[in-house]
């Protein structure tokens, strides 16, 4: 194949391993899918994973000839269903013998299907799905709707704080930490009728817990891709203190204490 040939195809590869990466799949289910894409289209790939950075590295079979592309991982929602049919391209572009050109094609048709959500429709599942949550621990009927409508408030503000106004966001988790915990806060102070104003402060900051980063981590560990499990670990240890510090200045101006709920 001709240095253009392959060039587009260490583009494409390198975007998609790192869509991949950035939507929440593990490194070691990245590499083979993105190993199988790159057989299947005449090349031998190898990925070098970090936390930001991705470099990947593809030869020629056929004449030896190498191109490295080093893209940004870019932080993306994480959406099951997206990972499972980008697996399933890579499964296909192998069985099927795709050329790169209906790769690029079937990878923006995935794409594309995978962007129909619309924003309001996750703000209130995730909204119900953290009252759920509330409820599942011990909650009441009151301490869920006040725990929904804290997880409303602290979600569409840490999406306020990094796509719009461009915040670390580390810094925009414990903002919105605290919204979420400040509001059940508030509303206990003023008389909210719960009989578990406990339960719903705790539950009011799950939904930001790093639940894929950690379980994505201890894979990664396990399956020997120590840098990249290490700064995933890092990634969601980082989280979880942004969490406790948004959830500690709620404690330290409603009492006076990070010892008591």
């Not at 030896?64 to 870019?74: C, K, M, R, S």
Request: hydrophobic residues 45%; aromatic residues 8%.
């Amino acid at each position: 194949m001709t240095i253009n040939h392959l060039k587009q195809i260490a583009t494409f590869l390198a975007e998609y391993s790192a869509r991949l990466i950035g939507s929440g799949v593990h490194t070691s289910r990245t590499v083979r899918n993105t190993k199988r894409i790159g057989n299947a289209l005449g090349a031998e790939v190898h990925l070098n994973l970090s936390m930001k950075t991705m470099t990947l590295t593809v030869c020629d079979q056929e004449s030896g000839d190498i191109i490295t592309e080093v893209i940004d991982i870019p932080t993306l929602p994480i959406k099951f269903v997206l990972n499972s049919e980008l697996s399933a391209l890579s499964w296909e572009i192998h069985d099927k013998k795709l050329s790169i050109d209906q790769a690029q094609e079937r990878y923006e048709e995935v794409l594309l299907k995978s962007n129909r959500q619309k924003f309001w429709q996750a703000w209130l599942l995730i909204s119900l799905s953290n009252a759920c949550f509330c409820a599942l621990f011990g909650g009441d009927f009151f301490a869920c709707i006040l725990v929904a409508f804290a997880t409303a408030a602290g979600f569409y503000v840490r999406k306020y704080l990094i796509e719009k106004r461009g915040l670390n966001a580390y810094v925009a988790i414990t903002i919105a930490a605290a919204i979420s915990s400040g509001l059940p806060a508030l509303a206990l102070y003023l008389g909210y009728p719960t009989t578990t104003p406990g339960t719903a402060l705790a539950t009011s900051v799950l939904y930001i817990i790093p639940g894929v980063p950690l379980i994505n981590g201890i894979i990664d560990i396990v399956e020997g891709h120590t840098l990249s499990g290490t700064s995933r670990l890092i990634h969601s240890a980082l989280i979880i203190l942004s969490i406790a510090c948004g959830m500690a200045i709620t404690l330290l101006i409603t009492t006076g204490t990070i010892a008591q709920i």
